[in-house]
C-alpha cells in the first residue's frame, strides 16, 4: 500500500485525492512479471536510480541527485485487476522538489511506452 504524500509539494502519488500532488497511474499490459522486469530496467537505465525491493506486485526504488547526493523515494505498485502500475515518488528531505518529482515519473511513462509496443501512456 502506497503512504500517502505529505502536504508538502515534494511529492506526487496516483492514489492522492488533490490535483497538486496527484499523477496519472501508469496503464500497462501483458504478463504482470514482465511489466515489473520492464519498469526495474526503465529505473536502472535513468540517472541517479537503484532498484532496492522488489515482489511480485511492487517495487520500491531511490534516485539520488548528483550533486547534492539527496534521496528520492520511489514506490510501484501493480494493480492486475485494473491494468495499472500505482506510483509514488517522494523527496525525503526539503520542502520543494520544483518538480523533480512528477517529472521523474512522466520519465519512467514515457520510457516504458517506448520499451515495449504493449505499454500505453495513460
Given at each position: 500500500?502506497?503512504?500517502?504524500?505529505?502536504s508538502?509539494?515534494?511529492?506526487?502519488?496516483?492514489?492522492?485525492?488533490?490535483?497538486?500532488?496527484?499523477?496519472?497511474?501508469?496503464?500497462?499490459?501483458?504478463?504482470?512479471?514482465?511489466?515489473?522486469?520492464?519498469?526495474?530496467?526503465?529505473?536502472?537505465g535513468?540517472?541517479?536510480?537503484?532498484?532496492?525491493?522488489?515482489s511480485?506486485?511492487?517495487?520500491?526504488?531511490?534516485?539520488?541527485?548528483?550533486?547534492?547526493?539527496?534521496?528520492?523515494?520511489?514506490?510501484?505498485e501493480?494493480?492486475?485487476?485494473?491494468?495499472?502500475?500505482?506510483?509514488?515518488s517522494?523527496s525525503?528531505?526539503?520542502?520543494?522538489?520544483?518538480?523533480?518529482?512528477?517529472?521523474?515519473?512522466e520519465?519512467?511513462?514515457?520510457?516504458?511506452?517506448?520499451?515495449?509496443?504493449?505499454?500505453?501512456?495513460?
Amino acid at each position: 500500500m502506497l503512504v500517502p504524500c505529505p502536504s508538502s509539494p515534494n511529492c506526487v502519488s496516483s492514489r492522492a485525492a488533490d490535483n497538486a500532488h496527484f499523477v496519472a497511474p501508469l496503464a500497462v499490459s501483458g504478463d504482470p512479471g514482465d511489466v515489473l522486469r520492464r519498469l526495474r530496467r526503465v529505473i536502472e537505465g535513468m540517472s541517479g536510480g537503484r532498484v532496492v525491493t522488489t515482489s511480485d506486485t511492487a517495487v520500491h526504488a531511490e534516485f539520488t541527485s548528483r550533486l547534492f547526493r539527496f534521496v528520492d523515494d520511489l514506490d510501484l505498485e501493480l494493480d492486475e485487476r485494473t491494468r495499472v502500475v500505482h506510483v509514488r515518488s517522494s523527496s525525503r528531505v526539503g520542502y520543494w522538489d520544483w518538480g523533480v518529482n512528477r517529472r521523474r515519473v512522466e520519465a519512467i511513462r514515457r520510457a516504458l511506452a517506448t520499451e515495449s509496443p504493449n505499454a500505453t501512456a495513460h
